[in-house]
């Protein structure tokens, strides 16, 4: 054969082959694109899945939250309003809020033992005192408490009455009648004069206005009967009053203070009627009279001091009765 004849039939054979191999490739090609629609397919749906697993996560959550919602609402004898500010409501927690939790026309109830806490913020109770006392706007600890005409006060203990503005009661059996007066401590006391205040003690009484009680059993700061808004003061003792102008009592027992700025200073039983005059100690002492500006009784016992400027200093049953005069036992 010559070569030109074996060169034909080579040409020949490898043509009649060509139209097998472009097939072949045309089948890989298939077969290499369903691989990766398969694969894609395949990643598609796994992705799909993981989502769905996820969405159903969360609406499980929002239904248990839901539930949550309705039972508080279904159970709780009250309305409230919280918008958008509810963080976490779940078993142990009653409520969690950030913002303001508004309650309108209801109250808010806390029962078993649960607490309410309050981190690094305040409790405020606002509101305007009024003629109208509506026995709202107060702080409320204890119990057996009145306070129905009450307004922005504070009660602590039991057994209080607190009709007024801004007032405070604290310990047990008080009464507080006057705006802006105190009964802090101690058992029965009343504190009835505008801004009056008694502080310990037992049944012990605040009339004055501006008047005051410290300690003691059953004194009595009236304040003066002519001039309102101004204080007498009682210090300890037992059944003391101070009824003038800035009058005050110091201890001991059935003393009188009741002209302005009469003091008596311990003892039993010694009065001090007039403007300026003083007794320290003793008993059944008396500083009295139309003029006796600046008598001083010290010690003893039934001494009167009746003119001005007169002392008597100890003895028993004496008296100075001119101006300036001293008289010692």
């Given at each position: 054969m010559c070569p030109e004849q074996g060169?034909?039939?080579k040409r020949d054979e490898l043509v009649a082959e060509a139209p097998n191999t472009r097939q072949h490739r045309r089948f890989l090609a298939v077969v290499a694109i369903s691989l990766c629609c398969s694969a894609f397919t395949l990643f598609r749906d796994h992705k799909i899945t993981l989502q769905i697993s996820?969405?159903?996560?969360?609406?499980?959550?929002?239904?248990?939250?839901?539930?949550n919602l309705r039972q508080l609402t279904q159970t709780a004898p009250w309305k409230y309003t919280t918008g958008s500010n509810v963080v976490r409501l779940q078993e142990g927690v009653g409520l969690r809020v950030k913002g303001d939790l508004v309650v309108d026309g209801g109250s808010i109830r806390l029962g078993g033992q649960g607490d309410i806490v309050v981190d690094d913020g305040n409790i405020l109770l606002e509101g305007k005192c009024g003629p109208n006392r509506t026995g709202k706007g107060n702080l409320i600890i204890g119990d057996a408490n009145h306070y129905t005409s009450a307004q922005?006060?504070?009660?602590?203990?039991?057994?209080?009455?607190?009709?007024?503005?801004?007032?405070?009661?604290?310990g047990t059996g008080h009464t507080v009648n006057a705006s802006f007066a105190a009964a802090i401590g101690g058992s029965k006391n009343?504190?009835?004069?505008?801004?009056?205040?008694?502080?310990?003690?037992?049944?012990?009484?605040?009339?004055?206005?501006?008047?005051?009680?410290?300690?003691?059993?059953?004194?009595?700061?009236?304040?003066?009967?002519?001039?309102?808004?101004?204080?007498?003061?009682v210090f300890g003792g037992r059944q003391n009053v101070a009824s003038g102008l800035l009058a005050a009592?110091?201890?001991?027992r059935q003393n009188r203070a009741t002209d302005k700025w009469a003091v008596v200073a311990g003892g039993f039983n010694n009065s001090a009627t007039f403007k300026l005059t003083a007794i320290f100690g003793g008993a059944r002492n008396i500083v009295e009279g139309d003029d006796s500006w600046f008598a001083v009784c010290v010690g003893g016992d039934t001494n009167t001091a009746p003119v001005f400027g007169a002392t008597v200093v100890g003895s028993s049953g004496s008296s100075c009765d001119t101006t300036y005069c001293v008289t010692t036992g």
């Open positions: 060169h034909v039939q996820l969405l159903q996560q969360e609406v499980e959550k929002l239904k248990q939250h839901n539930f922005n006060s504070l009660i602590v203990g039991k057994k209080s009455t607190v009709i007024g503005c801004g007032s405070i009661a604290g009343k504190a009835s004069g505008i801004t009056a205040a008694v502080v310990g003690g037992q049944n012990n009484e605040a009339t004055g206005d501006y008047s005051v009680v410290v300690g003691g059993d059953k004194n009595t700061a009236k304040g003066y009967t002519t001039e309102k808004n101004q204080g007498s003061s009592v110091f201890g001991g």
